[in-house]
């Protein structure tokens, strides 16, 4: 060792480094005296950070010259044989390795995360959806597959160490913000990914024998309101399964119109003013999906018909649905998507793949009361029509999604229900739903259609 000790002082470099080392020592032990009881400043650290990295320069570039001078002209010539030769450094003088910020072992890496704002700003980077979490694309060729370490931390955390903010970081309230804009963000996303859910292949089989006895048919399919009646000539499997629901998805115009009688429906958390929370944004979400993975032509008319009067929306809403339908002849289906009420005891929920899901009921009207029978001035010829396209649609939803529909709901009058033999009334969840479970109830929902209508 004392031949190693010769050379390393015979640098005057060395000599000066490590001169100048001991005068950091110094001061940073005289900084932590004045103040015994404290840690140091951000000051303080800020002089003893640049002293300490002006000094570690030197003392680096006289290691180099005294051991291996080819990695001191590499460094100056910047090429990568320093890398090449950087073990054999932390080898002969092991400290180096430890001092020199990592430079021989494992960097310390800052973590740096995105807010979904700024991956829109960077050039090639796009943020996609798959599996219920958020990937970037950017580095992908085309026909390449996303890898889980593509992944984006939704977290706006820069941490390093143990969870310290990095160096100038400042808080300020910036971090709360950043976390309300990635998760409002992602929600939105997850709102309106039609792929978040996957559509099911048949999970049981409706044995339809038992269904020829009336009572076993209601007690299975049917609720029917105290105020009206039904009778065998109408609750007819046979007669229902014989009628012919599908549509053809080409040729121009739409096909399937969608609206709502009661357009101010809203759920138990809905944020009020916003569309996107209501009923009407359940119609958005089903229209978008029905255009995006189904192929169907679908217009959302978005009538107000409630706003000063809900008892009379639905003769408010006939005139513009015949007109919409006079000017729109190539349209085979109507749909009229309500939000139901019941007790606040009651919870419409089930789940589906992991997701909390609102249940959904069709419902009919049969222009008839226990009162009056049946009522003249509300007579709909597609009634039996109408019947046999709610039983396809519930019979397909308990075989692919068992537990998801409630029982088809029966009640005296028509509802505006005449106007297309394929005419749905569908009550959406209820008051006490939330927001996301009518949502996830939209992709079923959709996919029950599409079953129908297509003769699947």
């Not at 943020?127 to 370490?149: C, F, I, K, R, T």
């Not at 089903?286 to 192929?295: F, V």
Request: charged share 25%; proline share 4%; with cysteine.
């Amino acid at each position: 060792m004392p031949a190693v000790n010769n050379r390393i002082f015979k640098s005057r470099w060395t000599k000066y480094a490590l001169e100048s080392a001991a005068l950091v020592i110094g001061m940073q032990l005289l900084l932590r005296g004045c103040s015994p009881a404290e840690e140091p400043s951000e000051g303080q650290h800020a002089i003893l950070r640049g002293l300490w990295s002006e000094v570690w320069a030197e003392l680096e570039a006289a290691l180099a010259d005294a051991y291996m001078p080819a990695v001191s002209l590499a460094t100056e010539n910047e090429h990568e044989t320093y890398w090449l030769l950087q073990e054999q450094m932390d080898t002969i003088f092991p400290a180096y390795g430890y001092f020199s910020g990592g430079k021989g072992g494992e960097a310390e890496v800052e973590q740096r995360t995105f807010s979904l704002a700024e991956i829109d700003q960077e050039s090639g980077w796009e943020p996609v959806m798959q599996d219920g979490a958020l990937y970037s694309n950017g580095a992908l060729q085309p026909g390449e597959a996303l890898q889980p370490d593509e992944a984006l931390h939704l977290e706006e955390e820069m941490l390093h160490g143990e969870g310290q903010l990095l160096e100038g970081a400042e808080d300020n309230g910036i971090t709360e913000l950043l976390r309300a804009e990635n998760d409002a963000a992602l929600d939105m996303l997850q709102q309106n990914s039609p792929t978040l859910f996957t559509p099911h292949e048949k999970q049981a089989q409706v044995d339809l024998a038992p269904l020829s006895s009336y009572e076993t048919l209601v007690r299975q399919f049917y609720t029917i309101d105290a105020s009206t009646m039904a009778g065998r000539e109408q609750l007819n499997v046979e007669k229902f399964l014989s009628q012919d629901m599908t549509i053809q998805k080409e040729g121009e115009g739409y096909q399937i119109l969608l609206y709502h009688t009661h357009s101010q429906e809203a759920f138990a958390d809905s944020v009020k003013g916003e569309r996107s929370d209501t009923i009407m944004g359940m119609g958005d979400l089903l229209t978008q999906i029905l255009t995006d993975t189904y192929g169907y032509k679908v217009l959302h008319h978005d009538g107000q018909y409630d706003v000063k009067s809900r008892d009379d929306a639905y003769s408010a809403s006939l005139p513009d649905l015949e007109r919409i339908l006079e000017e729109n002849p190539s349209i085979e289906v109507v749909i009229d998507l309500h939000r139901d009420a019941v007790p606040e005891g009651t919870r419409l929920v089930t789940e589906i793949d992991g997701r909390p899901t609102a249940k959904f009921m069709f419902f009919n009207g049969l222009s008839r009361t226990k009162n009056t029978g049946n009522i003249g001035y509300l007579y709909n010829e597609n009634l039996d029509a109408n019947l046999a396209f709610s039983f396809q649609m519930q019979l397909k939803a308990m075989e692919y999604y068992p537990g998801l529909p409630r029982r088809i709901y029966l009640k005296g009058y028509r509802y505006n229900m005449h106007l297309r033999p394929r005419s749905l009334l569908i009550e959406l969840g209820a008051q006490n739903n939330t927001v996301e479970e009518a949502r996830n109830a939209c992709g079923p929902l959709a996919h029950i259609l599409d079953l129908v209508l297509s003769g699947q």
